[in-house]
């Protein structure tokens, strides 16, 4: 087992300076974060949209072509390593570290946002038929194949540097092909940089939102609400997590990341069951075989004919997000997957996450959008006030809404203490030269340290401010995974567990008479 690393003293007092910088900012000159936060934004989106886009299609197309070829029977470890962790445990941790909270707050809040208000440019009705599958099949979109396989190159890279190669964990030391097999401290320590910022940021953002959808579920539960409010949720939660990180990944985030898999479960079942049930299950293969059948449209759509905003709001955050998180969710995938061949490791990471986005979101966002289209419930008013609104207001149709709310509030706070344990066990890895077993205490300082964050973009602009600085930040980060893929392909090229290369017959000879080993076969 490779020892505890001392922490990197220099990179860990740029990356918490600048953090603090951020927090600072806010809290003491908020509109002037406010706009330059909107000038950034305006920047980024006008002139580097197109190439979120492109790069979101680059990784989905990469992890399928890996899968399938040669390459995917690589195991990410030595040949005759096992899996650490069992299935079931394997792809719970996965799923709350990769987008728990987000499915929480969007599941319902972006169907009937998009049917309501559907994307421009396409000439669709609001309100109409074709408004609700177009909801469906953008909302799927951006919470099925291309988040993950963000997420599965960049965990693929770190698993297969480090359980492989034998390299230490730490995310610079994955580009080595790229500097000729030799150590860069200084390159290599900007990368590590880049990577803690990118998690920083967002996670912040995860945790922001989770704060919000708790405070207004316990505004419907109690009628509190407020700033005071919302400073204290994140403080609690905060707590809750520190108490969580001290029990390890084997303790804590295994047991809480299986337990939120249960209870996300009972609430789907639930909705369900006492929702428009034959309505759901009509959605489930119609949402999919939309979202499969314009996928390609979805995947090329840069805004280059219409207005970027709702592009930037939507489309381009989402793809920020997920990439400012892959060093988070991929570490931590990549830490939890040793073992397992890169064949069997993309299909768990693409199709189990993915399979789990469609049934969340035709049961949660379906039912409201049947509800909606079919006149039983309006949910305009909700969407006015805020997306944290939306979840709450499907289950006030629905028996026994102040229970189910109740569950609601536990399972956003424990998605929250679950993505803040994984995101901190990362960040104190990244800056505890890539150990795998980083001081409790640094966990804990970067859990702390995110929640701040988290509460001083809040403070400063909301949601709004959640994403701006999602996107901003992960300019930078998303060049610096493409060279992450570059480095991957470099290695797996030379990896003997891939087997030879096919060889060619002599031209003017049919394809049976090859020679192999020296014999005509």
Known sequence: ?????????????????????????????????????????????????????????????????????????????????????????????????????????????????????????????????????????????????????????????????????????????????????????????????????????????SLGLGALQVEYGLNELFGVSGRRLEVGVIVVLTGAFVLSAFTGVHRGVRVLSTVNVYLVAVLAVFIFLFGPTVAILNLIPASLGGYLNDLLAMSSRTGAFVDKAWLGTWTLFYWAWWMSWAPFVGAFIARISRGRTIREFVIGVLLVPSGASLLWFSISGGSAVWMQLSGTADFTAEIAQGAEAALFALLDQLPLALLSTVLVVLLVGLYFVTSADSASLVLGSLSSRGSLDPSRLLVVMWGVLVGVVALALLLAGGLTALQQATIVVALPFMIVMLLLCLALVKELREDPGAGPLPRRAPRGLPGAFRRVGGEDE
């Open 1 to 205: 087992m490779m020892r505890r690393q001392r922490p990197d003293l220099p990179l860990l007092a740029v990356a918490v300076g600048l953090l603090l910088a951020v927090v600072l900012w806010g809290a003491v000159f908020t509109e002037s974060l406010t706009v330059a936060g909107d000038a950034a934004l305006g920047w980024v989106v006008g002139n580097f949209g197109w190439l979120f886009v492109v790069a979101a299609d680059f990784f989905l197309i990469l992890a399928v072509v890996l899968a399938l070829s040669r390459y995917g029977r690589i195991r990410l470890g030595k040949d005759d390593d096992v899996p650490e962790f069992s299935n079931l445990a394997w792809t719970a941790m996965m799923f709350s570290s990769g987008m728990g909270i987000g499915l929480m707050f969007y599941g319902v809040a972006e169907p009937i946002t998009h049917m309501l208000s559907p994307p421009p440019g396409l000439g669709i009705e609001a309100g109409s038929p074709l408004a609700a599958r177009t909801a469906m099949e953008y909302s799927l979109f951006h919470w099925a194949l291309h988040p993950w396989a963000i997420y599965a190159v960049t965990g693929m890279a770190l698993a297969y540097s480090t359980f492989r190669m034998g390299r230490g964990n730490r995310f610079s030391e994955a580009f080595t092909p790229l500097f000729g097999g030799r150590s860069r401290p200084m390159v290599g320590r900007a990368l590590d940089l880049l990577a803690i910022l990118a998690t920083a940021f967002g996670t912040a953002t």
